[in-house]
């Protein structure tokens, strides 16, 4: 390709059109800037992006609708896991018992390494109790590597109650009408 | 030898040094605060002392206005690691910012920045050649940066050396003569006479524009702002002269810029914009009382901060030069410019002086 190169006239070659173009542009720029309060910046940690839905931030686990642990330590966020963050003690032979109805255990122990996550979801799509939800925290900190791997206790702290999705009610209240339906035999 | 004389010398040069630094530091912050609103950000807001907030009202306004991002980015520049690469030469790598720093303070020495405070002129050394001093002085400028260049042993530093020893000795000459036509109007070197003449005639800038124009420009270029900026370029040279050097070595000849900047700047006004003159409010009379010598050197600096500006504005304004236009520019331009301005301004002054 020949690129043409026009000669310039000599009003351009004297540069002072385009000096005065680029003085106008910044001056526009700069008064808007000081005067109208039309800076882009966003002063980060006092203001903060709204996340829009669907954004996938730090997992953390939910509680349902009466404020129990969904989590039934299936394992199957461990094995999906892709970058090997989650680590889960399930409760064993003897465990603690279930805080609810329908289900058979929950984990001892629940362990997120936040510094391992690498915030892909998986363990949110594979959960068959939708007990680990990605949530909207984006800005993790931490003075230790320790303190950044984030336990049972913390992660339902941090997840808190998720009352929309109420699975085993449904559940339940369908079973419930199971029994009362009319069979004919 | 006269005590006196060299106990006020030093004590002048202390005053100006501090000041001077200062006002190298808080160009760093002007340059950064534009620039950021020119770019539609709003700059460093965030640097204070850990007590600075407490203060009420005056804390957060000097915090929002970044006024200790200066202490903080010196205080940074001296506690980074100064890292020698193996492959340098290494006397000319520690010489070199020094050299670079130096004849931007030297040529502060000549110029008259009051009139006179406590029995004392205001002005280091008042040369009577002190334009020829401070010719000599500024082409020494450019060791500093060709030297950054060759010790650095490495092709960019070195293409950054290059450029600068090509651009700032063609922009002399340019330089040089513009200044000509200024002391054959006013008859005189010595800068303090040249102030005085300015005073009862009227700012040189309204008799020699061309000179002040051509000087501006070859200003901008034997200080390496843009679009003069060739030497460093950081996106074709990566740093240019100064890629190697890092902490206080890079802070040198940072700051070494931004005293070239000045020192052009007080030039200029001394040259073409009366000094510490202004033509009312009786201003432009040597000061009687300390409170006049004092308005006389805030007026310089003021006039120092407005050319000031508009080094750092030009900056974020205009893109860089082509290597060749530049020399186009330098050589093909300005100094038949410069000439003709000379033999013009010369011709004006013989026809005056012959009787009608």
Redesign the interface.
């Known amino acids: 390709m020949i690129v043409k190169r026009s000669k310039l006239s000599l009003w351009e070659r004297l540069y002072l059109p385009?000096?005065v173009g680029?003085?106008k542009?910044?001056l526009g720029?700069?008064i808007?800037?000081?005067f109208k309060g039309?800076?882009?910046?966003m002063?980060y940690p006092e203001e903060k992006w709204s996340v829009p839905p669907g954004y996938r931030g730090a997992p953390y686990l939910v509680r349902d609708q009466d404020g129990h642990t969904k989590c039934v330590s299936c394992q199957l966020c461990e094995f999906v896991c892709p970058p090997k963050a989650i680590k889960i003690t399930p409760p064993g032979p003897n465990g603690q018992p279930v805080d609810r109805a329908n289900a058979e255990k929950m984990p001892r122990e629940f362990e997120i390494n936040m510094l391992r996550c690498i915030f892909c979801g998986f363990c949110q799509e594979v959960c068959p109790e939708e007990a680990i939800f990605l949530l909207k925290d984006y800005s993790l900190t931490g003075q230790s590597r320790e303190e950044m791997i984030y336990n049972k206790e913390k992660l339902l702290a941090l997840g808190g109650t998720h009352a929309g999705v109420q699975k085993w009610k449904h559940k339940l209240e369908e079973a419930r009408e199971q029994e009362s339906f009319p069979v004919e035999t | 030898m006269d005590w006196n004389f060299i106990l006020f010398s030093a004590l002048k040069i202390v005053c100006v040094i501090i000041p001077l630094l200062t006002m190298v530091a808080y160009a760093v912050l002007a340059e950064r605060k534009?620039s950021?609103?020119?770019?539609?950000?709003?700059g460093p807001n965030r640097t204070a002392p850990p007590l600075a907030r407490y203060v009420p009202v005056l804390g957060p306004l000097l915090t929002r206005w970044g006024m200790f991002q200066p202490l903080a980015d010196g205080l940074k520049l001296f506690l980074k690691e100064d890292f020698t690469p193996d492959h340098v030469r290494k006397m000319y790598f520690w010489l070199a910012p020094a050299i670079a720093m130096i004849p931007a303070f030297l040529t502060i020495a000549v110029i008259p920045f009051g009139s006179v405070l406590g029995g004392q002129q205001m002005v280091i050394a008042d040369l009577n050649v002190g334009i020829l001093y401070t010719f000599g002085i500024v082409s020494l400028g450019v060791y500093g940066i060709v030297l950054a260049g060759y010790a650095a042993n490495s092709k960019y530093p070195f293409l950054g050396g290059i450029r600068s020893s090509a651009q700032m000795i063609s922009y002399e000459i340019a330089m040089g003569m513009s200044v000509i036509p200024v002391f054959l109007i006013a008859g005189n070197l010595n800068l303090s006479k040249l102030i005085a003449y300015q005073a009862t005639h009227g700012w040189m800038v309204f008799y020699a524009p061309v000179s002040f124009f051509i000087f501006l420009i070859a200003a901008f270029a034997e200080t390496n702002r843009l679009p003069f900026d060739l030497p460093e370029s950081e996106t074709e040279l990566v740093g240019g002269y100064h890629t190697e050097y890092s902490s206080m070595k890079f802070g040198l000849f940072f700051l070494g810029e931004y005293a070239n900047m000045i020192a052009a700047s007080a030039m200029m006004v001394t040259l073409f914009f009366g000094g510490w003159t202004l033509p009312f409010l009786g201003l432009d009379q040597t000061a009687s009382n300390i409170g006049m010598g004092l308005a006389h050197i805030g007026v310089f600096i003021l006039k120092i901060g407005v050319l000031m500006t508009l080094f750092i504005?030009v900056r974020?304004?205009?893109p860089r030069f082509r290597y060749d236009q530049l020399m186009d520019l330098g050589w093909r331009r300005f100094i038949p410019l410069a000439l003709a301005n000379i033999l013009v301004t010369a011709v004006v002054l013989w026809m005056r002086t012959q009787p009608a």
Do not use: N, P, S, Y
């Not at chain 1, 039309?38 to 910046?41: E, F, G, Q, R, S």
């Not at chain 2, 950021?36 to 709003?42: E, G, K, N, S």
């Open positions: 385009a000096i680029g003085f542009v910044t720029h700069f808007a800037t000081l039309k800076a882009v910046t002063q | 534009i950021a609103f020119i770019q539609d950000r709003v504005w974020w304004m205009l």
